[in-house]
């Protein structure tokens, strides 16, 4: 199981592993070097602080290491890098329901998982995860015919977008929605429903939050 102790303990192991301290991961990494402190793990009243899944994204790309690295430094296991022996977590990605999504909490400023209440869903295709993909379950009927009722889809934040990929779109006004990308310029986002009986829509850039490409729908 994934807990807050052996996801900070991973992150210490891989600090080690490159011969750096949390501090001096976090800053090669280009974070706050305060990032990884013992005194952030917890807060002021005693609440766990789990660390995003940009920040564990940004010290994996910094170090040229894998999820799967980071997994088997998860597992206690510093020497299983080399063989490839991973834990069964490896598939595990955080899981939220569409209806929810809109709602504050549940994504840091770029659009990765953070926050407490997320589930989590088997990653079932391969390559393996990448790094702060996570998976939002369709709930009604809106998407149809293309996705349908209890369909998961895997977004990837943080990936670049091009004309006719789908997307999920958050605004500033938490409205989030799943459409193809039409169009984008520097200024403007043109994106087209999913389902027909559904309009387009255009959006100033300055109304997006984020966009994150879907990359797998279990259909």
Known sequence: MFSHDKIWDAIDQLARHHDLTPSGLARKAGLDPTSFNKSKRH??????????????????????????????????RRNAIPDGNFPPQLSSIPLLGFAQAGAGGFFDDGGFPAGQGWDVVDFPVSPAQKAGCYALEVQGESMMPLYRDGDVLIVEPGAQ????????????????MAKVLIRQTPKT??????????????????DVEWIARIIWASQ
């Open 43 to 76: 807060s002021a009243d005693g609440r766990m602080r789990w660390p995003s899944t940009e920040s564990i994204h940004k010290i994996l790309g910094a170090t040229g290491s894998s999820i799967e690295d980071f997994m088997s430094f998860m597992g206690g």
């Open 161 to 176: 977008v091009r004309r006719g990929d789908r997307v999920v779109v958050k605004t500033r006004e938490a409205e989030v």
């Open 189 to 206: 986002i043109e994106l087209m429903s999913l389902n027909p009986e559904h309009p387009g829509r255009t959006l100033e850039m300055t």
